[in-house]
Protein backbone atom coordinates (compact mmCIF):
# COMPACT_ATOMS: atom_id res chain seq x y z
CA UNK A 1 0.00 0.00 0.00
CA UNK A 2 1.56 3.35 -0.75
CA UNK A 3 -1.40 5.07 0.38
CA UNK A 4 -1.56 8.84 -1.28
CA UNK A 5 1.41 9.27 -4.17
CA UNK A 6 1.91 12.92 -6.20
CA UNK A 7 3.97 13.65 -8.97
CA UNK A 8 5.92 15.56 -9.61
CA UNK A 9 7.79 15.99 -6.06
CA UNK A 10 9.75 19.26 -7.55
CA UNK A 11 8.77 21.86 -10.34
CA UNK A 12 10.13 24.94 -11.56
CA UNK A 13 7.73 26.63 -14.27
CA UNK A 14 7.85 30.05 -16.21
CA UNK A 15 5.04 32.78 -15.86
CA UNK A 16 2.59 31.64 -18.43
CA UNK A 17 3.40 28.09 -18.62
CA UNK A 18 0.83 24.70 -18.23
CA UNK A 19 1.55 22.23 -15.97
CA UNK A 20 -0.79 18.95 -14.30
CA UNK A 21 -0.22 17.73 -11.04
CA UNK A 22 -0.79 14.28 -10.76
CA UNK A 23 -2.38 12.36 -7.13
CA UNK A 24 -2.96 8.68 -6.99
CA UNK A 25 -4.29 6.89 -3.96
CA UNK A 26 -4.42 3.01 -3.27
CA UNK A 27 -6.90 3.03 -0.36
CA UNK A 28 -10.05 2.77 -2.43
CA UNK A 29 -11.13 6.11 -0.90
CA UNK A 30 -14.43 7.87 -2.40
CA UNK A 31 -12.88 11.69 -1.64
CA UNK A 32 -10.11 13.44 -2.83
CA UNK A 33 -8.84 16.75 -2.12
CA UNK A 34 -6.09 19.31 -3.51
CA UNK A 35 -4.52 22.44 -1.06
CA UNK A 36 -1.48 24.43 -1.25
CA UNK A 37 0.44 25.67 1.77
CA UNK A 38 1.86 29.03 1.96
CA UNK A 39 4.28 30.19 4.56
CA UNK A 40 2.33 31.31 7.99
CA UNK A 41 -1.11 30.35 6.23
CA UNK A 42 -1.96 26.82 6.99
CA UNK A 43 -3.85 24.62 4.37
CA UNK A 44 -6.44 26.16 1.81
CA UNK A 45 -8.23 23.77 -0.03
CA UNK A 46 -8.32 24.31 -3.85
CA UNK A 47 -10.92 22.09 -5.25
CA UNK A 48 -11.96 18.81 -4.09
CA UNK A 49 -13.79 15.60 -5.69
CA UNK A 50 -16.58 14.15 -2.53
CA UNK A 51 -16.69 11.27 -5.32
CA UNK A 52 -15.95 9.95 -8.51
CA UNK A 53 -17.44 11.88 -11.44
CA UNK A 54 -18.38 15.05 -9.12
CA UNK A 55 -15.65 18.34 -8.51
CA UNK A 56 -16.46 21.33 -6.09
CA UNK A 57 -14.76 24.69 -5.34
CA UNK A 58 -12.72 25.21 -2.07
CA UNK A 59 -11.67 28.11 -0.74
CA UNK A 60 -9.15 29.19 -3.70
CA UNK A 61 -10.06 27.68 -6.68
CA UNK A 62 -8.93 30.80 -9.28
CA UNK A 63 -6.09 29.65 -11.75
CA UNK A 64 -6.68 25.68 -11.35
CA UNK A 65 -8.83 23.00 -13.09
CA UNK A 66 -9.18 20.04 -11.45
CA UNK A 67 -10.05 16.30 -13.01
CA UNK A 68 -11.69 12.83 -11.44
CA UNK A 69 -10.32 10.51 -14.04
CA UNK A 70 -11.49 7.73 -11.82
CA UNK A 71 -11.90 6.35 -8.23
CA UNK A 72 -7.95 6.43 -7.47
CA UNK A 73 -6.71 9.53 -9.77
CA UNK A 74 -7.48 13.56 -9.26
CA UNK A 75 -5.37 15.51 -11.07
CA UNK A 76 -4.89 19.12 -10.50
CA UNK A 77 -4.07 21.81 -13.78
CA UNK A 78 -2.71 25.04 -13.85
CA UNK A 79 -3.24 26.69 -17.29
CA UNK A 80 -1.06 29.70 -17.20
CA UNK A 81 0.54 29.61 -14.42
CA UNK A 82 1.20 32.62 -12.11
CA UNK A 83 4.46 34.09 -9.68
CA UNK A 84 1.18 34.08 -6.65
CA UNK A 85 1.21 30.15 -7.55
CA UNK A 86 4.82 29.24 -6.10
CA UNK A 87 3.63 26.69 -3.43
CA UNK A 88 3.59 23.43 -2.00
CA UNK A 89 0.66 21.24 -3.07
CA UNK A 90 -0.95 18.52 -0.98
CA UNK A 91 -3.19 16.01 -1.99
CA UNK A 92 -5.24 14.17 0.16
CA UNK A 93 -8.22 11.63 0.78
CA UNK A 94 -10.57 10.04 2.81
CA UNK A 95 -12.91 7.11 2.95
CA UNK A 96 -16.39 8.80 2.72
CA UNK A 97 -18.32 11.71 4.28
CA UNK A 98 -18.78 9.89 7.84
CA UNK A 99 -14.79 9.94 8.28
CA UNK A 100 -12.72 12.96 9.05
CA UNK A 101 -9.61 11.53 8.51
CA UNK A 102 -7.76 12.93 5.65
CA UNK A 103 -4.38 11.02 4.35
CA UNK A 104 -1.97 12.99 2.66
CA UNK A 105 0.35 13.09 0.10
CA UNK A 106 4.02 13.69 0.56
CA UNK A 107 3.00 16.94 -1.77
CA UNK A 108 4.84 18.94 -4.68
CA UNK A 109 6.89 21.65 -4.64
CA UNK A 110 6.25 24.14 -7.19
CA UNK A 111 8.50 27.66 -8.68
CA UNK A 112 6.74 30.26 -10.78
CA UNK A 113 9.31 32.38 -11.92
CA UNK B 1 -14.63 32.39 5.62
CA UNK B 2 -13.48 30.47 9.49
CA UNK B 3 -10.56 31.24 10.26
CA UNK B 4 -8.54 29.27 13.34
CA UNK B 5 -6.52 31.61 15.17
CA UNK B 6 -3.42 28.79 16.44
CA UNK B 7 -1.12 30.26 18.56
CA UNK B 8 2.11 30.17 19.54
CA UNK B 9 3.60 30.59 16.16
CA UNK B 10 6.68 28.86 17.02
CA UNK B 11 8.23 27.57 20.09
CA UNK B 12 11.57 26.56 21.47
CA UNK B 13 11.87 24.35 24.30
CA UNK B 14 14.21 21.69 25.71
CA UNK B 15 14.23 17.77 25.69
CA UNK B 16 12.24 16.73 28.56
CA UNK B 17 9.99 19.92 28.96
CA UNK B 18 5.98 19.97 28.48
CA UNK B 19 4.29 21.85 25.49
CA UNK B 20 1.02 23.65 25.05
CA UNK B 21 -0.33 24.90 21.62
CA UNK B 22 -3.94 25.99 20.89
CA UNK B 23 -6.41 26.86 18.18
CA UNK B 24 -9.42 28.96 18.98
CA UNK B 25 -12.05 30.25 16.23
CA UNK B 26 -14.65 32.54 16.19
CA UNK B 27 -17.10 29.89 14.96
CA UNK B 28 -18.15 26.69 15.93
CA UNK B 29 -16.71 23.53 15.30
CA UNK B 30 -18.43 19.92 15.31
CA UNK B 31 -14.81 18.04 15.02
CA UNK B 32 -11.29 19.26 15.92
CA UNK B 33 -8.28 17.53 14.38
CA UNK B 34 -4.50 17.78 15.29
CA UNK B 35 -2.28 17.32 12.55
CA UNK B 36 1.82 16.94 12.50
CA UNK B 37 3.86 17.52 9.58
CA UNK B 38 7.68 16.75 9.10
CA UNK B 39 9.76 18.27 7.11
CA UNK B 40 9.07 17.42 3.43
CA UNK B 41 6.02 15.49 3.96
CA UNK B 42 2.28 15.69 4.16
CA UNK B 43 0.36 16.68 7.25
CA UNK B 44 -0.54 13.25 9.18
CA UNK B 45 -3.57 12.79 12.03
CA UNK B 46 -2.19 12.69 15.28
CA UNK B 47 -5.54 13.26 17.31
CA UNK B 48 -9.50 13.49 15.90
CA UNK B 49 -11.95 15.67 18.69
CA UNK B 50 -15.80 14.94 18.07
CA UNK B 51 -17.12 16.18 21.25
CA UNK B 52 -17.26 19.24 23.14
CA UNK B 53 -15.41 18.75 25.97
CA UNK B 54 -13.81 15.85 25.58
CA UNK B 55 -10.28 15.13 26.54
CA UNK B 56 -7.92 12.52 24.61
CA UNK B 57 -4.88 11.05 24.53
CA UNK B 58 -2.34 9.49 22.33
CA UNK B 59 0.98 8.64 24.10
CA UNK B 60 2.51 11.23 25.19
CA UNK B 61 0.13 13.50 23.14
CA UNK B 62 -3.41 14.99 24.92
CA UNK B 63 -5.87 17.52 22.86
CA UNK B 64 -9.32 18.90 24.17
CA UNK B 65 -12.61 19.58 22.32
CA UNK B 66 -13.60 23.24 24.09
CA UNK B 67 -16.84 23.15 25.60
CA UNK B 68 -17.76 26.40 23.85
CA UNK B 69 -16.75 23.75 20.64
CA UNK B 70 -14.84 27.28 19.55
CA UNK B 71 -11.69 26.25 20.61
CA UNK B 72 -9.12 22.79 21.16
CA UNK B 73 -5.67 22.42 22.96
CA UNK B 74 -2.87 20.14 22.75
CA UNK B 75 -0.12 19.06 24.86
CA UNK B 76 2.67 17.27 24.11
CA UNK B 77 4.52 15.87 27.74
CA UNK B 78 8.27 14.94 28.27
CA UNK B 79 9.24 16.18 24.40
CA UNK B 80 11.95 14.22 22.23
CA UNK B 81 13.77 15.68 19.15
CA UNK B 82 11.55 13.65 17.43
CA UNK B 83 8.51 15.54 18.35
CA UNK B 84 10.35 18.64 15.98
CA UNK B 85 7.79 19.65 13.48
CA UNK B 86 5.03 21.66 12.47
CA UNK B 87 1.63 21.02 14.61
CA UNK B 88 -1.50 21.90 12.47
CA UNK B 89 -5.26 21.88 14.36
CA UNK B 90 -8.38 21.50 11.98
CA UNK B 91 -11.73 22.25 12.32
CA UNK B 92 -14.93 20.80 10.36
CA UNK B 93 -17.89 22.58 10.48
CA UNK B 94 -20.40 20.17 10.01
CA UNK B 95 -20.89 16.35 10.30
CA UNK B 96 -19.89 14.72 7.01
CA UNK B 97 -19.27 17.88 5.08
CA UNK B 98 -16.16 16.94 3.61
CA UNK B 99 -14.78 20.40 2.23
CA UNK B 100 -15.52 22.22 5.59
CA UNK B 101 -12.20 21.52 7.01
CA UNK B 102 -10.24 24.52 8.12
CA UNK B 103 -6.79 24.48 9.11
CA UNK B 104 -4.85 26.91 11.30
CA UNK B 105 -1.32 28.34 10.25
CA UNK B 106 0.48 25.90 12.71
CA UNK B 107 3.09 25.76 14.94
CA UNK B 108 6.23 25.56 14.43
CA UNK B 109 8.46 23.46 17.45
CA UNK B 110 11.85 22.75 18.15
CA UNK B 111 13.29 20.82 20.82
CA UNK B 112 16.44 21.70 21.69
CA UNK B 113 19.04 18.80 22.91
Known amino acids: NAGVTQTPKFQVLKTGQSMTLQCAQDMNHNSMYWYRQDPGMGLRLIYYSASEGTTDKGEVPNGYNVSRLNKREFSLRLESAAPSQTSVYFCASLVGWYEETQYFGPGTRLLVL | GQQLNQSPQSMFIQEGEDVSMNCTSS?????WLWYKQDPGEGPVLLIALYKAGELTSNGRLTAQFGITRKDSFLNISASIPSDVGIYFC?????????????FGSGTQLTVLP
Open chain 2, 27 to 31: SIFNT
Open chain 2, 90 to 102: AGQSAPGSARQLT
